[in-house]
């Protein structure tokens, strides 16, 4: 008999054994040829699995170089392959194998810190093929590559002119106190020896981990555009810009397509710079300078803010610089007048005032700002310039007067609705747009709020009133919202004006890889936190108020028909049946009246509607039930509010619907009860 009881000192459900025998492991196979020349062997399989470029020294050392592509799907770095170059010694495996990375892509830091991480996979893995190295180092190449950049020197060749700047000597000889030469004419002083600021190992590593970090960013954003440049040393970028206002830049300034960023190698240490392309240098160097100025103020801002804050604020930086620019022509000139005291300066001054009127300062009028002719223009300027000296105060009613032609000219885009998110909180996005908006309107004729949903940006969309059935159009104009901007854009509306956003749709930009997330849901006061599909970083926006500034009204659409016919009064009450339940002389099963749309009257068929009207009949699109005498949208068989069936069906039972009848000699012929019983059992029965 069996014992189902376990032994003991044994478990239940656990291994008998619980690890194999020193002398029952057996090693892993090993081909004869490795064993025999395991360089060749080595060599081989790279061979197979690379195809390489190979190449032998003198001195017996192989080098082969190959192309090996990260294997990970979600490798982070922009890099299509690696370039690598393997040099195996002859005494291999006795020597350790190297690794040069060949990718001129790559800086020289990175390119150090992925040759090292070889060295310590070769000594941390004693006795593995070429093969398996190269697959470990693919299995780790992404966090080689996210290890701080190394440290390099780079040697430039510098030429020595200090013995051009003092006379020359004899070798261990003092220099001369004075020397005797031909007196030569005095040039400018040299401007003194300032050195330069000094900064800490700390300092330095943080500023190129940021430099890097933002190069990134701003080459993952502008990299496609055709404008696009990088210079080789890698300081100097051409990227295009689009200024947000440019009729309102100086005349010089409008041509400006693209703009040189030169972010130093201690950036943001060192000031950030920029130099404006395909425009006068005149008008340029206030603005550069201006620049310059504001991005030594907000060292806290990264190279893609820097961009849209100047695409934005250009024509304000331009003014505010050309303003700057007159106040110190105007003391220099100040100063050089009241310097000069002799009569021969003092007589063209005076008849340069008596000629020109110098009280009298003549402000050159920007060309966007004319409005009139040319003919218009000249006559004014030439009674502003022969006016007496108590017509002058005459002048600055004009000036006040073309300011505010300024004004409204400048405002001309500016139209409809427009949308802003006051206090906005942007945590790691760099620029949010709304990719699909849905708003809730107000009816100008009858007060009532209405939803428009799907709006997208430059698509018109119509809808009409649910209660008085008006129509009206919205069209959104999008702009984008970033840390200098907190407009969303424009709804133009015409018959209606907008009350409120409803839940939608934005679209976020990362802003460690200005990557576009996929649209996200959101409203008023509602927190939205994501993380970035591009590079795993964690963002979130907030929209705590939302405020929309009507700039200009919509106007109402024109009438789309004439005025409403007016209704005949059939004398009906709801819950009561129509006369005949609905039906006619046509159709006796038809238990509803139709309203035609070609005349808006009531007939029960079509045929009573041609017999009693002249003009040919058009498809109905509304009825009267039969059994409740209520209006309706059309339907095919049954009333919305009663239920009951408009539509005369034969019975299936013996009563046919209540309209039946036990004669049979009025049973139709079909009907299986007109003949039941005739002649069956009762009959034999009644036989004898």
């Not at 920029?274 to 801002?301: G, H, P, W, Y």
């Amino acid at each position: 008999m069996l014992s189902t009881s376990h032994p003991a000192g044994s478990s239940g459900g656990g291994q008998a054994v619980p690890e194999a025998s020193a002398n029952r492991i057996v090693p892993k196979p090993v081909p004869d040829s490795h064993t025999q020349d395991p360089r060749r062997y080595q060599l081989n399989q790279i061979k197979k699995r690379y195809s390489p470029q190979e190449n032998t020294l003198r001195d017996g050392t192989t080098n082969v170089r190959f192309h090996l592509k990260p294997s990970d799907p979600d490798f982070p770095f922009d890099l299509d392959y690696l370039d690598c170059e393997l040099q195996i010694p002859a005494s291999y495996p006795q020597e350790a194998p190297i690794l040069r990375v060949k990718n001129k892509d790559i800086p020289r830091g990175f390119s150090l810190n992925i040759e090292r991480g070889w060295n310590r996979l070769v000594q941390d893995q004693k006795g593995a093929t070429l093969l398996a190295l190269t697959h470990a180092l693919d299995k780790n190449l992404e966090a080689f590559l996210s290890e701080q950049k190394a440290e390099t020197i780079t040697l430039m060749s510098f030429k020595d002119t200090r013995h051009e700047d003092r006379p020359t000597t004899a070798l261990g000889g003092a220099s001369p106190e004075k020397i005797s030469a031909p007196s030569k004419p005095t040039t400018a002083p040299r401007s003194s020896y300032v050195p330069e600021a000094s900064f800490t190992e700390e300092q330095i590593a943080g500023a190129k981990a940021r430099r890097a970090q933002e190069i990134r960013q701003l080459e993952s954003r502008m990299g496609r555009m055709s404008i696009y440049q990088k210079s080789a040393d890698g300081i100097v970028y051409t990227l295009p810009i689009e200024p947000r206002r440019r009729s309102e830049l100086p005349v010089g300034l409008q041509p400006i397509k693209s703009v040189q960023l030169i972010v130093p190698l201690l950036y943001p240490l060192q000031a950030l710079r920029i130099l404006l392309n395909d425009v006068e240098s005149k008008d340029a160097e206030a603005l550069e300078e201006a620049f310059a100025t504001k991005a030594a103020q907000q060292r806290q801002m990264t190279l893609t803010s820097h961009l849209n804050y100047l695409s934005q604020n250009i024509h304000t930086m331009a003014r505010q610089a050309q303003e700057a620019r007159k106040k110190i022509e105007a003391r220099v000139n100040e100063v050089s007048n009241t310097t000069t005291d002799s009569p021969s300066n003092q007589t063209p001054a005076s008849t340069a005032g008596e000629e020109g009127k110098g009280h009298i300062h003549f402000i050159p009028r920007p060309p966007e700002w004319g409005s009139g002719s040319e003919s218009e223009e000249s006559d004014v300027s030439d009674d502003d310039l022969s006016g007496s000296d108590d017509d002058s105060d005459d002048g600055g009613v004009a000036v006040g007067e073309t300011t505010g032609n300024v004004l409204s000219a400048a405002h001309q885009a500016e139209r409809g609705t427009s949308i802003s998110f006051p206090s906005i909180e942007l945590h790691s996005i760099e620029l949010l747009q709304i990719a699909i908006l849905n708003i809730s309107v107000k009816c100008e004729r009858c007060k009532t709020l209405n939803d428009i949903t799907g709006l997208k940006p430059e698509a018109e969309k119509a809808a009409s009133c649910k209660k008085c059935a008006t129509a009206f159009t919205a069209k959104f104009r999008q702009e984008m919202v970033h840390q200098s901007s907190i407009r969303a854009g424009f709804i133009d509306v015409y018959g209606c004006t907008v009350a409120d956003m409803l839940p939608s749709t934005f679209v976020p930009t990362c802003a460690r890889c200005s990557t576009p997330s996929q649209g996200l849901v959101s409203v008023r006061g509602e927190v939205v936190t994501n993380v970035c599909r591009e590079c795993h970083g964690k963002f979130t926006f907030k929209i705590p108020e939302v405020k929309f500034l009507a700039i200009t009204h919509g106007s109402l659409l024109p009438p789309t028909m004439g005025p409403r016919r007016r209704q005949e009064k059939l004398g009906l009450h709801a819950g009561e049946p129509l006369p005949e339940r609905g039906a006619c002389q046509h159709y006796k099963r038809s238990y509803r009246w139709f309203r035609f749309s070609c005349c808006s009257k009531v007939h029960p068929c079509d045929k009573c509607h041609d017999a009693a009207e002249d003009h040919p009949q058009e498809w109905a699109n509304r009825m009267i039930c039969g059994w409740c005498s209520r209006e309706q949208n059309y339907a095919v068989e049954a009333c919305v509010f009663c239920g009951r069936s408009v539509i005369g069906k034969k019975g299936r039972g013996f009563w046919e619907g209540g309209k039946g009848t036990r004669d049979k000699t009025k049973m139709s012929r079909k009907d299986k009860r007109k003949f039941r019983r005739v002649g069956g059992g009762e009959a034999r029965k009644r036989d004898p």
